[in-house]
C-alpha cells in the first residue's frame, strides 16, 4: 500500500537561509507521482512540485527544488532563500500511475520562516 | 478561471445533526475528488467522481457520508447524522481527465459538538 511519511512535524527557519523538508515514501508500483502543496493560515491548498518517477531530472520551480533519491524512496523540498510568506503547512503526496488518481499524502511539516 | 469553490468555508453544528458541504470545480474539469483532514492527522481520500460517476469511493468512512454530482458540474457531501469524529477540515479538489494537476479548494471546516 502507498504510505508517505513527513517525519518533521515543525521546523524553524531563518529569512533567506534554506530549508530541506523531509518526505519518505513507499509504494510497490514502478510508476507514480509525486508533489508537494503548500497550506497557509488561510487554508488554501497550493500546488508547489511535482516530480514523476521516471523523470531524470529533480524538478525545480523558482525557489523550490525536489531532491528526488529514487533508490532511497525521499522525495525531499528543499526551499531556498526563505521568506517570511513561505510560512504554513507543507504537504507530501504520491500519486500511482495504476490507482485511480488519488492522491495519499503525509501527516504535513509546519514551516515557520523567522526574520 | 475561477478556481475550485467551497461553501460554506466553517459550518460548527451539534452531533446527530446534518451538514451538506459542496464543491465547485473548475469548469471542464471531470475528476472531483474530496478529501478529509482529521486535526494533526495526514489528509486522508474520501471519493473521486470522473464527471457524474463514482470512480472510487474507497474512502468514505461510514454510509453515514453521502456524496453525489448530479450533472457532472458541482458536487455536495453530506454527512448524517454526524458525529464528533467527523469533525476537520474537507478539502476538495479538481482536474482535468488525463492531466496530473489538481487545484484544491479552500476546504470548509467542520465542527461537530
Known amino acids: 500500500a502507498q504510505k508517505i511519511t513527513q517525519t518533521q512535524p515543525g521546523m524553524f527557519v531563518q529569512e533567506k537561509e534554506a530549508v530541506t523538508l523531509d518526505c519518505t515514501y513507499d509504494?510497490?508500483?514502478?510508476?507514480?507521482?509525486l508533489f508537494w502543496y503548500k497550506q497557509p493560515s488561510s487554508g488554501e491548498m497550493i500546488f508547489l512540485i511535482y516530480?514523476?518517477?521516471?523523470?531524470?531530472q529533480n524538478a525545480t520551480e523558482g525557489r523550490y527544488s525536489l531532491n528526488f533519491q529514487k533508490a532511497r524512496k525521499s522525495a525531499n523540498l528543499v526551499i531556498s532563500a526563505s521568506q517570511l510568506g513561505d510560512s504554513a503547512m507543507y504537504f507530501c503526496?504520491?500519486?500511482?500511475?495504476?490507482?485511480?488518481?488519488?492522491?495519499?499524502f503525509g501527516t504535513g511539516t509546519r514551516l515557520l520562516v523567522s526574520p | 478561471e475561477a478556481g475550485v469553490t467551497q461553501f460554506p468555508s466553517h459550518s460548527v453544528i451539534e452531533k446527530g445533526q446534518t451538514v451538506t458541504l459542496r464543491c465547485d470545480p473548475i469548469?471542464?474539469?471531470?475528476?472531483l475528488y474530496w478529501y478529509r483532514r482529521v486535526m494533526g492527522k495526514e489528509i486522508k481520500f474520501l471519493l473521486h467522481f470522473v464527471k457524474e460517476s463514482k470512480q472510487d469511493e474507497s474512502g468514505m468512512p461510514n454510509n453515514r457520508f453521502l456524496a453525489e454530482r448530479t450533472g457532472g458540474t458541482y458536487s455536495t457531501l453530506k454527512v448524517q447524522p454526524a458525529e464528533l469524529e467527523d469533525s476537520g477540515v474537507y478539502f476538495c479538489a479538481s482536474s482535468l481527465q488525463g492531466e496530473g494537476g489538481y487545484t484544491f479548494g479552500s476546504g470548509t471546516r467542520l465542527t461537530v459538538v
Open positions: 503526496a504520491m500519486r500511482e500511475a495504476w490507482g485511480f488518481q488519488k492522491l495519499v
Open positions: 516530480q514523476g518517477s521516471y523523470d531524470q
Open positions: 469548469s471542464g474539469h471531470d475528476n
Open positions: 509504494t510497490s508500483d514502478p510508476s507514480y507521482g
